[in-house]
Each structure stands twice: as C-alpha cells, then as structure tokens.
C-alpha cells in the first residue's frame, strides 16, 4: 500500500509563488511515473503536470507551461511543483498522483486513468 502525503499549498498574491511537495510512503517498489492535478468545485480533475520515472521527461498542460516547474528526488520518492506568476485562473484543490505500476505505457500520461494513487489534496488560493 503507497500513500502520497502532501504538504505547502496556501494563500499568494497573483505573480506569486507556491511549492508544493509529495512524498511516497510504504511499499515503493520502483520509481513511477508521478504528476500533478488540480480540481475546482463541480469541475473535473485537470491535468497539470507529469514526471517520468527517471526524471528526465516531463509533460505540461498549456495552461501552465512556462510558470509551472515538475521536479522528483528518487532518493526520497518525492515530487515537487514549483508554480511560479501564479495567476487567478491557477486557485484550485491540487493533487499528486503515483502512476500505474504496469510494464508498458505510452507516453505522456495526462488522464487520471492512468494514475492510482492520490495525496490528500492541497488547497492554492491566488488574491488579485
């Protein structure tokens, strides 16, 4: 059993900045892909980010693309979200997620389909 535990998130002024964190605990078998989603009330899960397991390739939604920066350290099986020029549009529940740990996928992944496991949810306000 993975659980993703989440921290930062809060209140910014627009053009601000927020981090924020993801850890896994428990049984990590081997690094997968992670990513970022965000969710406003009555709206669907969107897509934000996404993280090979290695590191090396990442995905963004154009929304995003230019402000928001996925990172991972392997050694602490953790995924961070930089969000920097934070805009009104960006306030939202934002959530991690663990990807499938399946042997063959296609590359990126941006459905919450292809994720199973979520953290917590955190809470990024953006004042105007």
């Known amino acids: 059993q993975v659980q993703l535990v989440q921290t930062g998130g809060g209140l910014v002024q627009a053009g601000g900045s927020l981090r924020l964190s993801c850890a896994a605990t428990?049984?990590?078998?081997?690094?997968?892909?992670m990513a970022w989603f965000r969710q406003i009330p009555g709206k669907e899960r969107d897509f934000v980010a996404a993280i090979t397991d290695s590191g090396f390739t990442k995905e963004y939604a154009d929304s995003v693309k230019g402000r928001f920066t996925i990172s991972r350290d392997l050694t602490k099986n953790a995924v961070y979200l930089q969000m920097n020029n934070l805009e009104p549009e960006d306030p939202a529940l934002y959530y991690c997620?663990?990807?499938?740990?399946?042997?063959?996928?296609?590359?990126?992944?941006?459905?919450?389909?292809?994720?199973?496991?979520w953290g917590q949810g955190t809470q990024v306000t953006v004042s105007s």
């Open positions: 997620a663990l990807g499938r740990d399946i042997p063959f996928r296609t590359w990126p992944l941006r459905g919450t389909a292809d994720f199973d496991s």
């Open positions: 428990g049984r990590t078998v081997r690094p997968l892909p």
